[in-house]
């Protein structure tokens, strides 16, 4: 089945660094992919929506300049936090449209094992 | 209208037991509907999915149950074991290339022995 590769699983990071997180899908070309925050004991909120070759569609509220999103090719997509701070700590998931993985039906959504960022 | 609803937020099951959780939607564009389960510290990972042309699917001991007309969708875990103890989300989005996911809150279910 198709499978999304994230990393790196946990990263600690002092405050005013960046940080990347690399998403990449293993065994399918993946044009679209997703990126989620999600908060403890939360649900996953979309950040961006990033497709090959273009540039990424934020949500609302989410600020571009701190969240950098790169899709370069059609396996890999990066998620750059700049300037991190504390408040930038959270759990970062990405999810790529994946073939065959829809549950029954055509396309669904293969989610990758999540990244902790920690920013002291 | 982007919204689905889920409940209930958490859910103690005794081992054996059936798990039910609920969601609604208000966006009748949406027409695809899966369920995630997530472990602590990992990524959602699919368990089963619906499209509204029909009304309930079933895999396993897991079972989706739809009703278009009240826009309402709901999980059902039968013989519910220790090892279903998760968080579980329900989605809903357009069938598309590029449309996005839409996320329910999440219920964290436990399965006592």
């Known amino acids: 089945g198709a499978v999304v590769s994230q990393h790196p699983s946990r990263v600690i990071c002092k405050s005013g660094t960046s940080v990347k997180i690399e998403c990449r899908s293993l065994d399918f070309q993946a044009t679209t992919m997703f990126w989620y925050r999600q908060f403890p004991k939360k649900s996953l909120m979309l950040m961006a929506t990033?497709?090959?070759?273009?540039?990424?569609?934020?949500e609302q509220g989410v600020e571009k300049d701190k969240f950098l999103i790169n899709h370069a090719s059609l396996t890999l997509s990066t998620l750059t936090v700049t300037s991190a701070h504390p408040e930038d700590s959270s759990f970062y998931i990405c999810?790529?449209?994946?073939?065959?993985?829809?549950?029954?039906?055509?396309?669904?959504?293969?989610f990758g094992s999540g990244t902790r960022l920690t920013v002291v | 209208q982007q919204q689905v609803k889920q409940s209930p937020q958490s859910l103690i099951v005794q081992k054996g037991g059936i798990s039910i959780i609920n969601c609604a939607y208000e966006?009748?564009?949406?027409?695809?509907f899966p369920w995630y389960q997530q472990f602590p510290g990992k990524g959602p990972a699919l368990l089963i999915a619906i499209r509204p042309d029909v009304s309930e699917k079933k895999e396993g001991r897991f079972t989706i149950s739809f009703n278009k007309s009240a826009k309402q969708f709901s999980l059902h875990i039968m013989d519910s074991q220790p090892g279903d103890s998760a968080t579980y989300f329900c989605?809903?989005?357009?069938?598309?290339?590029?449309?996005?996911?839409?996320f329910g809150t999440g219920t964290l279910l436990a399965v006592q022995p």
């Open positions: 999810s790529a449209r994946s073939p065959g993985q829809g549950g029954g039906y055509g396309y669904g959504y293969t």
């Open positions: 966006n009748t564009a949406f027409d695809y």
């Open positions: 990033s497709n090959e070759g273009s540039k990424a569609t934020y």
């Open positions: 989605a809903a989005s357009i069938y598309g290339a590029t449309n996005k996911l839409i």
